[in-house]
Nanobody, 127 residues
Framework: QVQVAESGGGLVPAGGSLRLSCAAS????????MGWFRQAPGKEREFVATIRGSAGSTYYVDSVKGRFTISRDNAKNTVYLQMNSLKPEDAAVYYCAVKEFYTDTYYIREAGVYDYWGQGTQVTVSS
């Protein structure tokens, strides 16, 4: 069994920063990809960012490019999301997702390919 736990959410003023962390633990495994999705009230869950493979290739939704940075500690199966210049529209519950085995890049932004999910952490941005 694999457990996924996020931390680091909170309330921040517009223009501020937050750093989310996510650790995958449990049985021994090496996650192929670890990423973040978010869901705002009344909206569908959307892809935010992911990092995959040993080379650490990264992918972002256009709305966060230049403001968010995803990084990973492979040895710890931990992924981070540094969020800068936060906007009110970034407010949502952020979910960490873990993909254990290889998937084609074409699918890396699809929530359905991820195997394990965290409970989510709330990010609130005041205007």
């Amino acid at each position: 069994q694999v457990q996924v736990a996020e931390s680091g959410g909170g309330l921040v003023p517009a223009g501020g920063s937050l750093r989310l962390s996510c650790a995958a633990s449990g049985r021994t495994f090496n996650a192929y990809a670890m990423g973040w999705f978010r869901q705002a009230p009344g909206k569908e869950r959307e892809f935010v960012a992911t990092i995959r493979g040993s080379a650490g290739s990264t992918y972002y939704v256009d709305s966060v490019k230049g403001r968010f940075t995803i990084s990973r500690d492979n040895a710890k199966n931990t992924v981070y999301l540094q969020m800068n210049s936060l906007k009110p529209e970034d407010a949502a519950v952020y979910y960490c997702a873990v993909k254990e085995f290889y998937t084609d890049t074409y699918y890396i932004r699809e929530a359905g390919v991820y195997d394990y999910w965290g409970q989510g952490t709330q990010v609130t941005v005041s205007s």
